[in-house]
């Protein structure tokens, strides 16, 4: 009986004993888990505290890494893509930079004005330079208004319908697309495609109302008895 005591109270104490090292193996864990969550947490502040900061002027912040500084734009690159291509953006789109040392550029005083209207010339240029698509629509105008007797009438509705739409943007052939996210230089962009759309389009009614005319006195005067 006495063998059967000691037995039992023996497996007690090695039930109690096991259980105690669970409790410390838990235990263990919970404060490894707890200094991951610490670590990881002061690695994220400091990772983010190490980046640049751009401020658009719209209020939408970026972060980058700053490349270059310059005196019209600023380079950096992606913080996911330390790696990867360089990027450009013009320091009037800017309000604010932020520099992973804690110091600040403020480029709210920049003179907006001088820049938007240097802006808006360099895309109205872009555009008599690299704008080209117009001339299918010309030509089509050319073609209506080329019809003898009908030319007018063909032709003008051609030429009123084509030269209301403002130019597509796939057939505005713009030579950099970063430029084109910029509301000023579109803006001079869109505008000389226009009016070089128009001119064209203009030119061609003419041209082809002279063919129409022309070809129509000649049916007239082969169709008249002599």
Not at 135 to 150: D, E, H, Q, R
């Amino acid at each position: 009986m006495e063998l059967i005591f000691r037995i039992i109270f023996e497996g007690i104490n090695i039930s109690n004993l096991f259980l105690l090292e669970i409790n410390l193996n838990n235990s263990k864990a919970r404060c490894m888990k707890n200094l991951l969550l610490i670590i990881l947490f002061a690695s994220s502040s400091n990772f983010i505290k190490a980046q640049d900061t751009l401020t658009m002027r719209s209020g939408e912040n970026i972060i980058v890494k700053i490349i270059e500084v310059g005196s019209n734009e600023v380079k950096y690159k992606k913080i996911e893509n330390l790696n990867g291509p360089i990027f450009a953006i013009l320091k009037s789109d800017l309000y604010l930079i932020r520099y992973e040392n804690g110091s600040k550029d403020d480029l709210s005083t920049i003179g907006k004005a001088a820049n938007t209207q240097e802006l808006y010339t360099q895309g109205y240029n872009d555009a008599i330079k690299y704008y080209k698509s117009y001339k299918v629509t010309g030509n089509s105008v050319l073609i209506a208004s080329a019809f003898p007797m009908y030319g007018f009438m063909f032709g003008g509705a051609t030429a009123a319908l084509t030269s209301l739409a403002e130019p597509s943007d796939e057939n505005l052939d713009y030579p950099d697309m970063s430029l084109m996210k910029n509301e000023y230089y579109a803006k001079g962009y869109k505008t000389a495609a226009k009016n070089i759309k128009r001119k064209k389009i203009l030119t061609n009614f003419l041209t082809g109302l002279t063919i129409s005319i022309g070809s129509t006195v000649a049916i007239i005067v082969a169709l008249s008895p002599h």
